[in-house]
């Protein structure tokens, strides 16, 4: 019928959908990647902002490092990232001058395709995004229109959104991001035609729907019926639950109906042995297929979402206060004018929430993140706001700001504050991150015993006729012997 290609997402979605963001790591990638090269998928999504943070915030390890480390070992296959609307590591709005660093960095970094998706659906602000990905060296830029339900999001007001990427001559493509995995088969079947009639100059060419609900396996295979090439897949334990359709059992179904899927199974397979033996050995969850459930279409909040709410409110020592939080949501989400449910919407609707639900009484105390929003930092609203809220919103000192459109910071700014002497790499994640995080990462790239490790076998393999050498750091000491060439021979 068709020829489709897979997007693997297992490093980047899988890992923020199943392991809360922090279960990859740099030497977890280095293993697995020579398998995911071999797979023949269309291309690789390794990261986003989060995953950067995560690598320095959690494993105090160089994300530029993890970078490379993964391009070294995947010369044959298009590693991207993901952008989402007018953030990068911080829930504030960054600043246009740090975006254009970041994409410089990911470009020299062996980053060629991003994902521009605005979650707000401020399409001028993701072609403008997109001419800069375009300005800073990305080869392919594809632009995305999040998938969401409420009373405002219709057919025609997808259809007008998508309609607005099509005359970029900076986007390539074009994808449909269900990222609370909502979409179902019937609403495919309705929705992808008028959303490929609403194109002329661009296609609607890929899929990305999460298996939140446990329809999205049947939902992509919709798609591909109606003319989808690429459909965006995890590989276990990274698949399922609220990650994305296993890939070997989504290439087996698409060609049961009939379509060509030129991948090699086996080297999924043996990367999906070695994400398993990882997860085996540092006791992280498997992902596995969830029961349909109805409410969900109600608060649409995403599994890691509900997992972090429930976890703080045993940290406060009120977790029966879980369910109250789910429904207050709800309420929440219509009085700012109903926001699409994901990062980093949901945590700042799930916050107020909460805040509603302790106090009480709704909005007697407002989170900065929610008058920022109301604000307009992101972007509009995509529906009518509480005018009450918003009356209090902006009566606040905080309200009464400028909407922070990220032109008032400059890397010359930046340099001043940071150094003028460190590189683009360190001035980035200083510029997004706390300090005390960065100068730990730094602190353990040259104290920790994988790093001696490494030094030492650099010094082997640059220095071909040593025999022997050994590295401590003071407390950690590796030594290592090379025998002799006749030795060797033997």
Avoid at 139 to 148: A, W
Avoid at 431 to 452: F, H, L, N, R
Avoid at 472 to 485: A, M, N, Q, V, W
């Amino acid at each position: 019928m068709a020829d489709i290609n897979l997007v693997d997402v297992s490093l980047r979605d899988g890992n923020q959908s199943i392991w809360g963001a922090t279960g990859v790591t740099t030497r977890m990638v280095e293993g697995v990647s020579p398998e995911l090269d071999r797979a023949g998928y269309r291309a690789i999504e390794l990261a986003s902002s989060t995953v950067l943070a995560t690598a320095v915030r959690y494993h105090r390890e160089d994300p530029w490092e993890r970078l490379r480390a993964a391009r070294d070992r995947m010369p044959h296959t298009k590693l991207g990232f993901l952008t989402t609307g007018k953030r990068f590591i911080t829930f504030h709005r960054t600043p246009d001058a740090v975006f254009e660093l970041a994409f410089s960095l990911l470009a020299r970094n062996g980053i060629t395709r991003l994902w521009v998706i605005d979650p707000m659906h401020d399409m001028e602000g993701a072609r403008r995004t997109a001419e800069m990905a375009k300005r800073v060296g990305f080869d392919e830029v594809i632009g995305g229109v999040c998938y969401t339900t409420s009373p405002v999001h219709t057919d025609d007001y997808f259809v007008q959104k998508i309609a607005e990427l099509d005359g970029s001559p900076a986007i390539d493509g074009i994808y449909l991001k269900d990222p609370a995995g909502l979409l179902t088969p019937d609403r495919v079947r309705s929705l992808v035609p008028r959303l490929q009639g609403a194109l002329s100059g661009k296609k609607l060419e890929e899929i990305h729907s999460h298996t939140t609900t446990g329809i999205s396996p049947i939902t992509v295979l919709e798609a591909a019926d109606l003319g989808i090439p690429t459909i965006h897949c995890a590989l276990p334990p990274l698949a399922n639950g609220a990650s994305h359709p296993a890939a070997q059992q989504l290439v087996r179904n698409l060609r049961a109906r009939g379509h060509n899927v030129d991948v090699d199974l086996d080297a999924m397979d043996r990367a999906s042995d070695y994400l398993k033996r990882q997860a085996k050995i540092k006791n992280l969850p498997v992902g596995t297929p969830n029961e349909y459930d109805e409410a969900y279409y109600r608060h649409t909040i995403p599994g890691g979402v509900q997992s972090t709410t429930r976890r703080q409110l045993g940290e406060i020592r009120r977790p029966e206060l879980f369910d109250a939080v789910i429904e207050e949501s709800v309420h929440v989400r219509e009085d700012l004018g109903w926001p699409i449910v994901m990062t980093p919407f949901a945590q700042y609707i799930v916050t107020q929430a909460t805040l509603n639900v302790i106090s009480g009484e709704r909005y007697k105390q407002i989170s900065d993140e929610v008058i920022d929003l109301l604000r307009g930092d992101f972007g509009p609203l995509p529906g009518p706001v509480n005018p009450e809220l918003l009356d209090r919103a902006m009566a606040t000192k905080r309200g009464q700001q400028p909407v922070n459109d990220g032109g008032d910071v400059t890397i010359a700014d930046l340099r001043r504050r940071f150094g003028a002497t460190i590189g683009d790499e360190e001035l980035l994640l200083r510029a997004v991150m706390p300090t005390e995080q960065v100068d730990a990462m730094y602190a353990a790239k040259t104290s920790s015993p994988a790093s001696s490790l490494k030094r030492l076998l650099s010094l082997l393999e640059d220095r071909p006729k040593l025999h022997s050498v050994s590295v401590s750091d003071g407390s950690t000491k590796f030594s290592l012997e090379r025998p002799h060439t006749q030795e060797a021979a033997l």
